[in-house]
């Protein structure tokens, strides 16, 4: 059975970056499962397994456009220190919770100086090309609670 809109995959996974460099693995633990044209996956990913049939094994690229997008500056944010709780180690690449107007979202630490911090709320990936290793465990129609709910019910997906 053909990867088609509505159906149900499980595949393993190995995302690397440009250099190499393993950044998530499906390996040792329990394959993906998603449900196909549901946009759960990338955008690049997913169009680029569409049509693949079980046991397929091969090496997908992914721009970042059709990634996370390129980093936008408008993400950034400069805050003074005294707005961070007291006690608070700032560091370069650690991640803090900050209150925004859309709710509560989680910044990377770019740069810390003696004033304020500049926090990066661009996804950690974007900007990157992103190499996937895929194998396509098997396929397969969708129940209707499943297209209903948009996602994947029992092993490897929700309410499981
Ligand atoms: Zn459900």
């Given amino acids: ?10 595949m393993h996974y190995t995302l690397r970056d440009a250099a190499g460099t393993t950044i998530e693995t499906s390996r040792g633990r329990d394959p993906l499962a998603y449900l196909h044209g549901s946009g759960q996956l990338i955008p690049g990913l997913e169009s680029a397994l569409d049509g693949a ?15 996370y997008g390129e980093p936008d500056a408008a993400a950034t944010m400069r805050v003074p220190l005294e707005d961070f709780p007291p006690g608070l180690e700032l560091e370069p690449g650690i991640e803090v919770q900050a209150e925004t107007p859309d709710g509560p ?18 996804h950690p990936l974007a900007g990157k090309t992103l190499t996937f290793d895929v194998e396509i465990l098997d396929v397969r129609e969708a129940t209707a609670d499943e297209l209903a709910h948009r996602h994947v019910h029992g092993p490897g997906g929700a309410h499981a």
């Avoid at 059975?1 to 499980?10: D, E, L, N, P």
């Avoid at 740069?111 to 661009?122: C, F, I, Q």
Wanted: avoid cysteine.
């Fill in 1 to 10: 059975m053909k990867i088609a809109h509505g159906r149900v995959v499980r």
């Fill in 105 to 122: 979202l989680t910044f990377l630490v770019a740069s810390v100086d003696d004033k304020e911090a500049v926090l990066d709320g661009n």
């Fill in 53 to 67: 049939t079980a046991g397929t094994r091969r090496e997908i690229v992914v721009p970042p456009a059709d990634a």
